[in-house]
């Protein structure tokens, strides 16, 4: 049932509307300005999302945000778009733009028909084995999997956008490469943040003769706000992909140098398992919720099935009610997130190699079952769903970006290289970083990964096999047609920021803009802790600990680049503030 309007179109009453509609028909006869958009439809909202009736594209750089957007102007479609976009990411924002790492793609087609997922996550060797992140005595040894060679996964984001193009696009790849390969060679002007990033991962990079040079001024210096960094090699690497297409990147002098990187420092991707890597194209997860119909990655992601499953056990509470970020919604979101991360540990993994109960983790039925434990005044300790040992939480540097055409297709992708700047080990004369998404495996089952995630049986290293991932590109439906476009970065917190951007929309109509904006609240089982943003009102923290709750306030969560398509077509771009140059913009 659709109790809950959504405030960003119909908050205005009708007459309200109607008079808008009748202001800027007089504007534009009075002026011979066409108004693009009914922009007097926000007044009075907190934050305002970017609007346009064409085209929209929202990502975490205004430069990649930029070269889309142009795609689009030129009569390219979204897809064209999101891989252009991708691919100038990889030069702008090296923290986690990339193509030395992996993600996923959805799209959803304005024709109706099924979206469709690109799963291009990267790989394990095939020379991995079970306890490689193991000593003698069965420990694991922290660090391999994470800023080791061995950390590095065969990248699948080259051969992801280009299925996606050829699939789907209009574009040549080497048209989709050419903003890239300019913004590689002629460089670009530096913001604030990435000054900051180079200086947080100073120890992570520096130890690499190669990421040294490729991020450092010869003095060893971070390039500075304001100043033009250029990376030639990272230029050559993708002009090989433009003139060669994807062998450009899995064969050919380009896995030549990565196959030379592993074999220098004791790493295990061949130029085999290079030139065997294939993206995937996938179902999406689906389900409902108050009668949208919700789209979202599926495994080897366990974003979708999660987003889902919280979704379902959601639905019977009446959430609008209970308000946003109210203590009694807090608590009921935070039981219902514990119950699925706690699923997640034991259930999920790669698909092509595990049996994962995905219809009867995303059915109505087991939502009913979990409901039924859930006490809606009092925390359940996560010792009592399950065990496990808590872990600190990891910086993380995913990055998601959303685009719709004036044919209302959307694309929705995440891609990643797991931490920032992944395993800080840039590719000797190819200018890209190496992921370290191998720490995604559990390392040993039960043994929590960087995330604190938990890991069981079913994702346990395996030749081949693609790591579980949280990444969660999603797009909701509404009567059949595209209604949002969205996802996010942040680790373990993507499928709870994700969540909370939908209900944020359909349970608390919020405008775009401010269910992006507003603070977010996180619960992944282990450790048995909810985690807040600052904008939680500390008698709402103590109402959820007299609820045994333990409450922790930390850093911003995610990064959730997002589009929202209104009844009448207008399209709205939600720019996370928590990136200073996240960017939406339309036409
Ligand atoms: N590397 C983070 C994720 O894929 O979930």
Known sequence: MDRHPHRQIRKASPWRRSGSLCA??????????????????????RFHPAAANHGMVATSHGLATDVALQVLKDGGNAIDAAVTAGFALAVTQPRSGNIGGGGF????????????????????????????????????????????????????????????????????????????????????????RFTEGLEQARDRLERWPASRAT??????????????????????????IADEGVKGFYEGETARLI??????????ITEKDLKNYQPVVRSPVHGTYRGHDVYSMSPPSSGGTHIVQILNILEDYPMAESGHNSADTIHLMAEAMKLAYADRSKYLGDTDY???????????????????????????????????????????ETTHFSVVDKWGNAVSNTYTINFSYGSGITVQGAGFLLNNEMDDFSAKPGVPNAYGLIGGE????????????????????KNGKNFLVTGSPGGSRIITTTLQVIMNVIDHGMNIQTAVAAPRIHHQWLPDEIRIEQGISPDTVRLLENRGHS??????????????????????GGADPRRSTSSAKGY
């Open 24 to 45: 800027i028909a007089l504007i534009a006869i009075l002026t011979g300005i066409t108004p693009a958009f009914g922009q007097a439809i926000l007044e009075g909202e």
């Open 215 to 240: 991020f450092y001024k010869p003095d060893g210096s971070a390039w500075k706000p304001g100043e033009r960094f250029r990376q030639p090699d990272l230029a050559n690497t993708l002009q090989r």
């Open 105 to 192: 793609m959805l799209i959803s087609k304005g024709d109706g028909s099924t979206p469709e997922a690109i799963d291009y996550r990267e790989k394990a060797p095939s020379a991995a084995s079970e306890a490689m992140f193991q000593d003698q005595e069965g420990e694991v040894v922290k660090n391999r999997s994470r800023f080791t060679h061995l950390a590095a996964g065969v990248p699948g984001t080259v051969s992801g956008l280009a299925l996606a193009l050829d699939r789907h696009g209009t574009l040549s790849l080497k048209q989709a490469l050419a903003p890239a390969i300019k913004l590689a060679r002629e460089g670009f002007i530096v913001p604030q």
């Open 551 to 572: 409450v922790v306030t930390n850093s911003a969560m995610g990064a959730i680049q997002s589009i929202m398509i209104g009844e009448d077509g207008t399209l709205y």
């Open 458 to 477: 079913a994702n346990k290293v395996e030749p081949g096999k693609r790591m579980l991932s949280s990444m969660s590109p999603t797009i909701v439906r």
């Open 354 to 396: 595990v049996d994962v109960p995905l219809t009867g983790l995303t059915s109505k039925a087991y939502a009913d079952e979990l409901r039924e434990t859930i006490d809606p005044a009092q925390a359940r300790p996560a010792s009592m769903i399950n065990a496990g040992k808590p872990a600190p939480y990891e910086s993380n």
């Open 259 to 268: 196959a030379a990187e592993m074999r220098r420092h004791d790493g295990l």
